[in-house]
């Protein structure tokens, strides 16, 4: 059994207004992270809204009427903390990490920032060609293009399959005007949660029941996305300055909703993929010496998780690989999964989830994600799932899924 951890206590509350949050205590830690979540991902656009959300990221941290731009980061470092913010596929967050005694004044200043942004025309003409740039400097980087390719040729039918950045065309059509009405649709009380994790201040629900998040207003809960079907497709992709080929593969995987799936999904990946000791990396390197690198990671996503496969190897090399890739999975088939392996690969998923309970952010980060979510399972409860897949079960549920003939494959070579 991989073992046994104690996670922080989860308190959620719900406020007035539909707006929830939750703390988790962990006294021992000397920072107090604030995360705020929204389901404002790239999910969430139309067609002429693509790459809104992750501008709408950085338009906020040009300030609200109240916070001029760069006066939030002064005064978050004036209280001895730092902040961040991720824009994701199904949502967006922010957060800073202060000390405890500094959670009030950060929590009003993390709120009038995110929930009031100025979106002044000056700025917003500035900031976009910031997006361009990063754009452009994604197109540019020939991993990154290889990887958007894949997901493209995945999922060509779902937000899951465009480019989170958005498209420069629909981007310079963008208005302040209409990013102030996807920011009014999307943040409402319905579609946001807050989490606090680390030492917690006394008085907290006070504070945040008198907070801006109390102001929301009420709604939200756009429809769900529908599921990802990945299709079986095959793609060549020139790349100019590839350093190397590539073999790609793509499977669908079990969603996020399904945590006892994820679990299996992590296990299986692991086994697969992670690590000199696992089935594919022992083949393809040690074995054959036909790859210089060899990746398998599970990608968790509310409307299905992908299994992303990513081979390093000489391009006239790239049959043998994917043949070997085939092989070795029909040998798992074939035989089982080796219970040594999938022991060594349960330590491997137990030992990442215990180094997240560790620290404020991560566990901030799986709290808040949770809450929006509607999970409400202890942060540990990953950890009693991992024996509830023996060899034989991942070998009959999960394995045929991993069918390299049902995968994309897209396969790159150097232009």
């Given at each position: 059994?991989?073992?046994?951890?104690h996670?922080?206590?989860?308190?959620?509350?719900?406020?007035?207004?539909?707006?929830?949050?939750v703390?988790?205590?962990?006294?021992?830690?000397?920072?107090?992270?604030?995360?705020?979540?929204?389901?404002?991902?790239?999910?969430?656009?139309?067609p002429?809204?693509?790459?809104?959300?992750?501008?709408?990221?950085?338009?906020?941290?040009?300030g609200?009427?109240?916070?001029p731009?760069?006066?939030?980061?002064?005064?978050?470092?004036?209280?001895?903390?730092?902040?961040?913010?991720?824009?994701?596929?199904?949502?967006?967050?922010?957060?800073?990490l202060?000390?405890?005694?500094?959670?009030?004044?950060?929590?009003?200043?993390?709120?009038?920032?995110?929930?009031?942004?100025?979106l002044?025309?000056?700025?917003?003409?500035?900031?976009?060609r910031?997006?361009?740039?990063?754009?452009?400097?994604?197109?540019?980087?020939?991993?990154?293009?290889?990887?958007?390719s894949?997901?493209?040729?995945?999922?060509?039918?779902?937000?899951?399959?465009?480019?989170i950045?958005?498209?420069?065309?629909?981007?310079?059509?963008?208005?302040?005007?209409?990013?102030g009405?996807?920011?009014?649709?999307r943040?409402?009380?319905?579609?946001?949660?807050?989490?606090?994790?680390?030492?917690?201040?006394?008085?907290?629900?006070?504070?945040?029941?008198?907070?801006?998040?109390?102001?929301?207003?009420?709604?939200?809960?756009?429809?769900?996305?529908?599921?990802i079907?990945?299709?079986?497709?095959?793609?060549?992709?020139p790349?100019?300055?590839?350093?190397?080929?590539?073999?790609?593969?793509a499977?669908?995987?079990?969603?996020?909703?399904d945590?006892?799936?994820?679990?299996?999904?992590?296990?299986?990946?692991?086994?697969?993929?992670?690590?000199?000791?696992s089935?594919?990396?022992?083949?393809l390197?040690?074995?054959?010496?036909?790859?210089?690198?060899?990746?398998?990671?599970?990608?968790?996503?509310?409307?299905?998780?992908?299994?992303?496969?990513?081979v390093?190897?000489?391009?006239?090399q790239?049959?043998?690989?994917?043949?070997?890739?085939?092989?070795?999975?029909?040998?798992?088939?074939?035989?089982?999964?080796?219970?040594?392996?999938?022991?060594?690969?349960?330590r491997?998923?137990?030992?990442?989830?215990?180094?997240?309970?560790?620290?404020?952010?991560?566990?901030?980060?799986?709290?808040?994600?949770?809450?929006?979510?509607?999970?409400?399972?202890?942060l540990?409860?990953?950890?009693?799932?991992?024996?509830?897949?023996?060899?034989?079960?991942?070998?009959s549920?999960?394995?045929?899924?991993?069918?390299?003939?049902?995968?994309?494959v897209?396969?790159a070579?150097?232009?």
């Amino acid at each position: 059994m991989p073992g046994q951890q104690h996670s922080p206590d989860l308190e959620v509350h719900q406020l007035g207004n539909g707006a929830s949050w939750v703390a988790a205590s962990m006294p021992e830690a000397p920072l107090t992270c604030l995360d705020f979540w929204c389901r404002a991902g790239s999910v969430s656009e139309t067609p002429a809204q693509r790459g809104m959300a992750h501008f709408l990221e950085h338009m906020v941290f040009k300030g609200s009427p109240d916070l001029p731009a760069g006066a939030f980061d002064r005064a978050i470092e004036q209280l001895g903390g730092s902040s961040n913010a991720a824009t994701g596929y199904d949502d967006v967050h922010y957060h800073v990490l202060v000390p405890p005694e500094q959670v009030p004044r950060a929590l009003e200043l993390l709120l009038d920032l995110v929930l009031h942004p100025s979106l002044e025309a000056e700025d917003f003409s500035m900031e976009r060609r910031v997006v361009l740039e990063e754009i452009a400097q994604s197109n540019d980087q020939p991993e990154e293009r290889v990887i958007q390719s894949l997901l493209t040729l995945c999922c060509p039918d779902h937000p899951y399959g465009r480019p989170i950045l958005g498209d420069p065309e629909v981007l310079l059509a963008m208005t302040p005007e209409a990013m102030g009405a996807f920011h009014a649709d999307r943040y409402r009380a319905g579609n946001c949660c807050l989490a606090v994790a680390g030492s917690l201040p006394a008085g907290l629900a006070g504070t945040i029941a008198g907070s801006a998040l109390a102001d929301l207003p009420c709604g939200g809960a756009a429809p769900p996305t529908a599921s990802i079907r990945s299709l079986p497709r095959r793609s060549t992709l020139p790349v100019p300055r590839l350093e190397s080929g590539r073999l790609l593969m793509a499977w669908h995987q079990p969603a996020a909703a399904d945590l006892d799936g994820v679990v299996g999904g992590d296990l299986i990946t692991s086994l697969l993929g992670e690590g000199r000791g696992s089935v594919l990396v022992h083949r393809l390197r040690e074995e054959l010496r036909l790859a210089e690198s060899v990746d398998l990671d599970l990608n968790v996503m509310e409307a299905g998780s992908l299994a992303l496969l990513e081979v390093a190897a000489p391009a006239g090399q790239l049959d043998a690989v994917e043949a070997a890739v085939g092989e070795a999975w029909q040998e798992q088939m074939d035989r089982g999964c080796d219970s040594g392996a999938l022991a060594r690969a349960g330590r491997m998923v137990a030992n990442g989830l215990r180094f997240a309970l560790e620290t404020p952010t991560s566990v901030a980060a799986m709290a808040g994600s949770g809450l929006l979510w509607g999970r409400r399972q202890a942060l540990d409860h990953p950890l009693s799932l991992i024996d509830g897949w023996t060899p034989d079960r991942l070998r009959s549920t999960l394995l045929p899924a991993l069918d390299p003939a049902a995968a994309t494959v897209l396969r790159a070579v150097p232009a």
